[in-house]
């Protein structure tokens, strides 16, 4: 929108190249060029991009907007960068000093569409076409294209004699009418039948997925237009109207405002005195100025690609194993902002910044305990089980936990909530009993109960540090990895709860 006028005589002719960067990668690679749409700042393209979508990986995307002239392409200006998601925003266009416009973007799930519609039309008072009789009218579908062209998708029934006709009903998968793709145009034509095959156009009018789908709970009607009839005649109204017969056995698709799973994002950092003197460069927990620790290498590859899930973007983040001022006692669970009603960050780098200042405030101690801050997130998961909240948490620790017993109890309990735990150990220690936790060959146990679900990923950071030193790679595969399995576990969880995919009207 309001796009750099850089044309003398006319508007310009704007077209948008994507650019797609690999995970861990600064390079940028097209992925494909909208349409040129001609002599206009305000440009709606129809030509859709359709990428696969990794839920655990940071999708960067680069939209870049030229003008076109017949010798060159002049850029006005690449977008920033935009993290790819199902939800509508935009991005200011614009060079240095001078503002060029606005790009709006929309993405959308595709590719799992398996909806089935059931639809039913009927027509009132349509064009007489056959000289002894009245007309025998039917209607054909055409699903827009890509390129802007059209393909016929169904034909109805030819009802003999009418101008009012009432069509069967009839079914159709919505990938067959648009691609999944909701509000791209049905076109409709209406026609009289010849036995001949020379059938009579009638007219035509156009709608989307998505208002014939609202039409199933509403009567609607539709203008049957001819453009000759139209151009020739002043006082020409329309060549009958088409009504959509409400349907109940009609399904619905999802609507992108229908109601979503939001995922709750909570941090626990391991301040035990096995990690080092902070101030000292051997601590796991000493951050350079050229080089973030450890710790806080975790925390970003894990909390920046989850907290594009998490809506207020505020984290409770928790410590463990270390002496609190003014009286030292030893606390498992604490929080980095040093506020108990309210232990929540803003964003990652609140997350971050707290941390580091936790580091200068308290005594590292010990011992390493699990079940407290475990318990505080099932203790809020155990608030809503309708499958609207899931729970994330992330520990980051350095080494052998001390309360396993206890452990292994709280996550056994956890197992029948809303959330999933990812343990990521730091540092040269040996990680056994953390892989134990991590019920992927033998379901975790205590007292004789077995964890519903596996809940529980663990990975060793040293296993992601890349050889050549570059962090952004390590915490690509970092989070790649640990992220992988929360999907699948937050499934698991509506799966035993016969929770099903809310739907509501488009």
Not at 109 to 133: H, P, Y
Not at 412 to 435: K, Q, Y
Request: aromatic share 10%.
């Amino acid at each position: 929108r309001n796009l750099l006028d850089m044309d003398t005589f006319s508007k310009s002719d704007p077209v948008v190249v994507l650019f797609v960067q690999g995970s861990g990668s600064s390079e940028w690679k097209e992925f494909g060029r909208t349409e040129v749409i001609d002599n206009t700042l305000n440009p709606d393209f129809v030509r859709k991009f359709v990428l696969d979508y990794y839920f655990e990986e940071k999708q960067n995307l680069r939209f870049d907007v030229y003008n076109v002239d017949s010798k060159s392409c002049s850029i006005l200006k690449q977008v920033s960068t935009a993290r790819a998601r199902g939800t509508r925003g935009d991005a200011p266009v614009g060079v240095p000093g001078k503002r060029c416009g606005t790009i709006l973007l929309l993405a959308e799930e595709l590719s799992n569409c398996r909806d089935i519609v059931t639809m039913q039309l009927c027509a009132n008072k349509l064009d007489k076409k056959d000289f002894f009789g009245k007309s025998d009218p039917f209607l054909v579908f055409y699903r827009s294209n890509e390129d802007g062209t059209f393909t016929i998708c169904h034909k109805t029934e030819v009802v003999k004699n009418t101008l009012n006709p009432v069509w069967q009903p009839f079914t159709i998968p919505v990938r067959a009418l648009c691609n999944g793709d909701y509000d791209r145009t049905v076109k409709i034509d209406v026609y009289d039948w010849d036995r001949d095959g020379s059938h009579d156009f009638i007219g035509e009018f156009a709608t989307s997925y998505r208002e014939l789908s609202r039409a199933q709970s509403q009567f609607t009607v539709y203008e049957v237009l001819n453009p000759r009839k139209k151009c020739k005649k002043k006082k020409y109204v329309n060549s009958g109207t088409v009504n959509s017969i409400p349907a109940p056995w009609g399904r619905q698709p999802p609507s992108l405002s229908s109601p979503r799973t939001q995922l709750n994002f909570t941090v626990a950092i391991d301040f035990t005195a096995s990690n080092g003197m902070p101030s000292q460069p051997t601590s796991l927990h000493y951050a350079s100025p050229y080089q973030l620790s450890a710790y806080a290498l975790a925390l970003k590859a894990v909390g920046e690609i989850i907290q594009d899930y998490d809506s207020d973007k505020l984290f409770p983040a928790y410590g463990f194993g270390a002496k609190l001022p003014p009286d030292g006692k030893i606390s498992h669970q604490f929080p980095l902002n040093n506020n108990a009603d309210n232990p929540s960050c803003a964003g990652i780098e609140g997350v971050l910044e707290s941390y580091l200042q936790s580091l200068r405030t308290v005594q590292l101690y010990g011992p390493t305990n699990f079940a407290p801050v475990i318990n505080q997130v099932a203790g809020a998961a155990a608030q809503v089980t309708d499958g609207s909240q899931y729970h994330v948490l992330l520990i980051i620790t350095d080494g052998v936990i001390s309360d396993m017993l206890q452990t292994k109890e709280a996550i056994v309990t956890a197992s029948a909530l809303p959330m999933s735990i990812i343990i990521v150990g730091v540092g040269p220690a040996e990680f056994e009993a953390m892989e134990e936790l991590d019920g992927d060959e033998v379901r975790v146990s205590s007292r004789g109960r077995y964890a519903e679900r596996d809940i529980v990923q663990f990975v060793p950071f040293r296993d992601y540090v890349d050889d050549s030193g570059n962090q952004v790679l390590s915490m690509a595969r970092l989070a790649k990895d640990v992220l992988a399995e929360i999907p699948e576990q937050l499934l698991s969880y509506m799966k035993t709860r016969d929770i099903k995919p809310r739907r509501a009207d488009p």
